[in-house]
């Protein structure tokens, strides 16, 4: 796939789930803290796939570079 194509493709994945947000809001009958929690855990559960999978670090190279601005 070619690096437009897959530019492509992701912003309109991104337009996709973003605009489905409020259709998916109506559609479940949940309170509003429950949907914010459920999204919070399968962000973050996606973040730590993405990290696992892709084999980069996440941590920084010493203590200092937490600090600098």
């Known amino acids: 796939m070619t690096p437009i194509a897959q530019s492509l ?16 809001a109506k559609l479940i009958s949940l309170p509003a803290q429950s949907i914010t929690l459920y999204r919070a ?4 559960v996606a973040l ?3 990290i696992r999978l ?3 670090g996440y941590r920084l190279k010493n203590g200092r570079e937490y600090f600098d601005e």
């Open 9 to 24: 493709v992701q912003l309109n994945s991104a337009v996709i789930l973003l605009g489905g947000t409020t259709l998916f």
């Open 41 to 44: 855990v399968i962000g973050f």
């Open 48 to 50: 730590a796939l993405f």
């Open 54 to 56: 892709s084999n980069t």
